[in-house]
Structures are given as structure tokens and as C-alpha cells.
């Protein structure tokens, strides 16, 4: 079992940033990838990013290329996801999730999911 924390949404103008962070606890010893997903009211969830826990390697939506960046702190089980030029589309719930290999899907673990809402 992988437990997934996120901390540090909030509101935001904008043009602004935020940074959202998911701590993981349990069986880490066995993280291939974490992901970032999205959700607005009304809306499917949405890919927006994930990264290769051993090497680091990132990979992003196209709505947040360039904006949106990913990164790990390998020994805190820690991954951050760091947001700039926030937009008024960016408002959404945004969940971390864990790919352990544990089960079929492609990430086993989710979190709770943590607010972010861009004012225009």
C-alpha cells in the first residue's frame, strides 16, 4: 500500500504561481512513476504530467508545456508539482497519483486532490 498527501493549492491571480506538493508513504521502495492529473467541474479528469521516479525524466500535456514543471525529492518520497502563468483553465482539483505496478491500472494510488483556483 502507497498513501499519497497533497498540500499547497490554493487561489491565485492570473499570471501568478503555485506550487503543489504529494508526499508518499508505505511501500515506496516499488515507485516507477508519478503522475499529475486534473479535474474541473463538469469535466473528465485530465493528464498534466508525470515523472520517472528513478531517473527524474518528465513528461506534460500539451495545455502545460512550458508552464508546468515536475520534480522529485528522491529521499523525501516527495514530488512536486510546480505551476507558472497560471490561468483562469487551470482552476481544477489536482490529484497525484502512484504507478507501483501493484495492480493493471496504470497508477495504483491516488490522493485526495487539492484545490487550485486561478482568478482572472
Known amino acids: 500500500q502507497v498513501q499519497l498527501v497533497e498540500s499547497g493549492g490554493g487561489l491565485v491571480q492570473a499570471g501568478g504561481s503555485l506550487r503543489v506538493s504529494c508526499v508518499a508513504s508505505?511501500?515506496?521502495?516499488?515507485?516507477?512513476?508519478m503522475g499529475w492529473f486534473r479535474q474541473a467541474p463538469g469535466k473528465e479528469r485530465e493528464f498534466v504530467g508525470t515523472?520517472?521516479?528513478?531517473?527524474?525524466?518528465?513528461y506534460y500535456a500539451d495545455s502545460v508545456k512550458g508552464r508546468f514543471a515536475i520534480s522529485r525529492e528522491y529521499g523525501k518520497n516527495t514530488c512536486i508539482l510546480q505551476m507558472n502563468s497560471l490561468q483562469p483553465e487551470d482552476t481544477a482539483v489536482y490529484y497525484c497519483?502512484?504507478?507501483?505496478?501493484?495492480?493493471?491500472?496504470?497508477?495504483?494510488?491516488w490522493g485526495q486532490g487539492t484545490q487550485v483556483t486561478v482568478s482572472s
Open positions: 515523472i520517472t521516479w528513478s531517473s527524474g525524466n518528465t
Open positions: 508505505g511501500r515506496t521502495f516499488r515507485m516507477y512513476h
Open positions: 497519483a502512484a504507478d507501483t505496478g501493484a495492480t493493471t491500472a496504470a497508477y495504483d494510488y
